[in-house]
T-cell receptor, first 115, second 108 residues
Framework: DAEITQSPRHKITETGRQVTLACHQT?????MFWYRQDLGHGLRLIHY???????NKGEVSDGYSVSRSNTEDLPLTLESAASSQTSVYFC??????????????FGAGSRLTVL | KQEVTQIPAALSVPEGENLVLNCSFT??????LQWFRQDPGKGLTSLLL?????REQTSGRLNASLDKSSGRSTLYIAASQPGDSATYLC???????FGKGTRLHILP
């Protein structure tokens, strides 16, 4: 079955370190998204991509970067982790064929703690 | 700027009751609206997607409606069960903007 996989599921790091969260989907979706979810703020869009080599900033992109070198993967990098980036991160994808094209499918999430 | 609001933030109802969750949005120029369910510590599961040209979608005990002109969507859950306890979120596209969700607790 097709799926969207995030790794690691849990990560503890220190302030200032670079961290990369992986997202891999086997749906062959064109669109991929990264969100963070925090109490009181809900889900906020960090970056998104509509295809290979396409990346766009979302509403909370400062301190994050992404690259899209193939259809399946959209890794999220925190260049220099800050305590304010402690959160749960969700990857999502969409863009399948036919009537399912707009359905957004989510990964299980990655919980990041920055000490 | 699109804003999505879900009221109430939390809701508790006895098992077996029918209930309605609300979602409102400020910009009616949406592409579609999607309802999700999120269990504690889990990712989001898509429940229903309504295209902007549609008025409603049904899946089992769930029925979602969309009124673009008034900027509202409702999720109707029939004959609620304890297993329906979760947080329910709506999201609108163009840019995908989420509401903060309604935490639903079904009392056995």
């Amino acid at each position: 079955d097709a799926e969207i996989t995030q790794s690691p599921r849990h990560k503890i790091t220190e302030t200032g370190r670079q961290v990369t969260l992986a997202c891999h989907q086997t749906w062959n979706h064109n669109n991929m998204f990264w969100y963070r979810q925090d109490l009181g703020h809900g889900l906020r869009l960090i970056h998104y991509s509509y295809g290979v080599h396409d990346t766009n900033k979302g509403e909370v992109s400062d301190g994050y970067s992404v690259s899209r070198s193939n259809t399946e993967d959209l890794p999220l990098t925190l260049e220099s982790a800050a305590s304010s980036q402690t959160s749960v991160y969700f990857c999502a994808s969409s863009g399948g064929p036919g009537s399912g094209a707009n359905v957004l499918t989510f990964g299980a999430g990655s919980r990041l703690t920055v000490l | 700027k699109q804003e999505v609001t879900q009221i109430p933030a939390a809701l508790s109802v006895p098992e077996g009751e029918n209930l309605v969750l609300n979602c409102s949005f400020t910009d009616s120029a949406i592409y579609n609206l999607q309802w999700f369910r999120q269990d504690p510590g889990k990712g989001l599961t898509s429940l229903l997607l309504i295209q902007s040209s549609q008025r409603e979608q049904t899946s089992g005990r769930l029925n979602a409606s969309l009124d673009k002109s008034s900027g509202r969507s409702t999720l109707y859950i029939a004959a609620s069960q304890p297993g329906d306890s979760a947080t329910y979120l709506c999201a609108v596209t163009g840019k995908i903007i989420f509401g903060k969700g309604t935490r639903l607790h079904i009392l056995p």
